[in-house]
């Protein structure tokens, strides 16, 4: 019998359920990069038109322990399967041998004394490394996500497109359909929280 030779605890794991959930509907296959670093993962969506990159430093865990790099292949949406069967307040524990043909995932309530485990099948998959290319951006601009989703959603019921332009003052979010045009403007914002706070830094303005 081999020991584990991988083991990850979260303990607010609901933090991982959303990153499962937020790029279900990206990827589908994808190989996460188990390292003494951290965890992460790059994956391109089938049409090549987003790449997700996500990094899980190992200090955002509670325990982490890896004693030899090892590639997991795993079905996202398998995962996000899994990913119901715990709780908002569970903890998570990921396992894994060496040479690993399963994932071992434990959700842990120590309120409700509940623990579920599950044996999560691994996949091989050849995926070719992508490197992001590091870029000088003459446009970036911070704004809360759940902000930017709201707008995007609301904007997506009026038109298929949307053009984005900035300038040093504003940030507007145009749509041009069949019901008519219009604009949401989104100006700076130093709100007392971080998480609220709008950014806009504007060396050229940019139109997309």
Do not use: W
Request: proline fraction near 3%; charged fraction near 25%; charge should be negative.
């Amino acid at each position: 019998f081999q020991s584990k030779m991988f083991e990850a605890k979260l303990t607010e794991g609901h933090i991982l359920k959303k990153i499962v959930e937020a790029i279900k509907d990206l990827v589908t296959d994808v190989n996460i990069d188990v390292s003494a670093s951290g965890l992460s993962l790059q994956a391109m969506d089938t049409s090549h038109v987003a790449l997700v990159s996500l990094n899980l430093s190992m200090e955002g865990f509670e325990s982490y322990r890896c004693d030899q790099s090892v590639v997991l292949g795993i079905n996202i949406n398998n995962l996000s399967k899994v990913m119901k069967l715990a709780d908002p307040s569970d903890s998570i524990t990921l396992q894994c041998e060496q040479d690993p043909s399963v994932l071992k995932i434990t959700f842990e309530n120590p309120k409700t004394q509940r623990s579920t485990e599950f044996a999560l099948n691994l996949i091989t998959l050849d995926v070719e490394h992508l490197s992001i290319p590091e870029t000088e951006y003459s446009s970036l601009i911070t704004i809360n996500s759940g902000e930017f989703s709201k707008i995007c959603k609301e904007l997506q019921s009026l038109s298929e497109s949307l053009t984005i332009v900035t300038s040093p003052e504003a940030v507007q979010l145009s749509v041009d359909g069949p019901v008519g045009s219009g604009f949401v403007k989104i100006t700076a914002n130093d709100s007392d929280r971080k998480e609220d706070q709008t950014l806009i830094e504007v060396e050229e303005p940019v139109t997309q």
